[in-house]
């Protein structure tokens, strides 16, 4: 799997699988090829792409953390959906 970070906070904005064609570039990140969707928040400036990552079995966005390898729990992640 693939994970794309937030550079700074190193939240994990999004889970790929690895054959998930990514071009990040200095305006977007374009997820597919032809394009399943386009990421207009999110560029070469300020997410980093993880390679080859096992993504815990609750993984949501924004839920995590993901540094040196080692997942983490975003304290300040709520769950709208138990809101």
């Not at 700074?8 to 977007?28: A, R």
């Not at 394009?35 to 993504?55: E, G, K, M, W």
Request: with cysteine; aromatic share 12%; glycine share 4%.
């Amino acid at each position: 799997m693939k994970a794309l970070t937030r550079t700074g906070s190193n939240i994990s904005l999004y889970i790929f699988e690895d054959n998930k064609y990514l071009d990040i570039n200095e305006d977007t990140i374009v997820v597919g090829d032809p394009a399943d969707f386009i990421i207009a928040d999110c560029n070469s400036s300020n997410t980093l792409l993880h390679q080859n990552v096992t993504p815990p079995s609750d993984w949501a966005g924004n839920k995590y953390t993901y540094f040196n390898g080692v997942w983490a729990n975003n304290p300040s992640y709520v769950d709208l959906s138990q809101e």
